[in-house]
């Protein structure tokens, strides 16, 4: 994709286009709630729904995904089919690395970040992120070298907050 917008901004705004449910969590939610973290990929969780299986599948489609990793001659086709019978999914993209991610440790999936997640207003249009708590949840569990990083940066973005909601 040749464009002068962020491969998240075009993956965001295709997806959105599309109709597809998902949640960014992750570095790119990290980077909206004030991180300032580098990250390298776009974490998405999305809903798993045959009919969102179906919207994904055709949003896909224009960004030509193909499994991060693997053999270039293994046969792939990511269709609505193959989302459903996986779950998480690595991929490169004409717009950037992709991460799909139908469930996250140690919350689950789609609905259970549902009930925290947050809306931002992002270009103009809503979208949802991951609630902040959880987040750190994740980040907590996992516990890579990156992640303890993260996770002192979203410390202090959360103490920022409860402080300026007479929370802190």
């Keep these: ?38 990250t390298y990929d776009i974490d998405l969780c999305y809903q798993r729904t045959p009919e969102n299986l179906e919207r994904l599948a055709k949003a896909l489609k224009a960004l030509k995904p193909t499994l991060r990793g693997a053999p270039p001659d293994l046969p792939f086709v990511l269709d609505a089919k ?40 992002y270009n103009g249009r809503l979208l949802a992120i991951i609630g902040l708590d959880d987040l750190i949840r994740i980040k907590r569990h996992i516990n890579r070298p990156k992640d303890r990083d993260s996770l002192m940066h979203l410390l202090a973005i959360k103490r920022i907050r409860d402080e300026q909601t007479g929370r802190g």
């Design 82 to 121: 193959s989302l459903a019978l996986g779950n998480n999914f690595t991929l490169s993209t004409l717009a950037d690395d992709l991460d799909l991610l139908g469930h996250v440790e140690p919350i689950g999936g789609f609905e259970e970040l549902s009930k925290n997640a947050e809306s931002i207003t």
């Design 1 to 38: 994709m040749d464009d002068s917008r962020t491969a998240f901004d075009q993956i965001v705004e295709l997806f959105r286009d599309d109709g597809v449910r998902f949640i960014v969590i992750d570095g790119q939610a990290e980077w909206l709630f004030g991180s300032e973290r580098v």
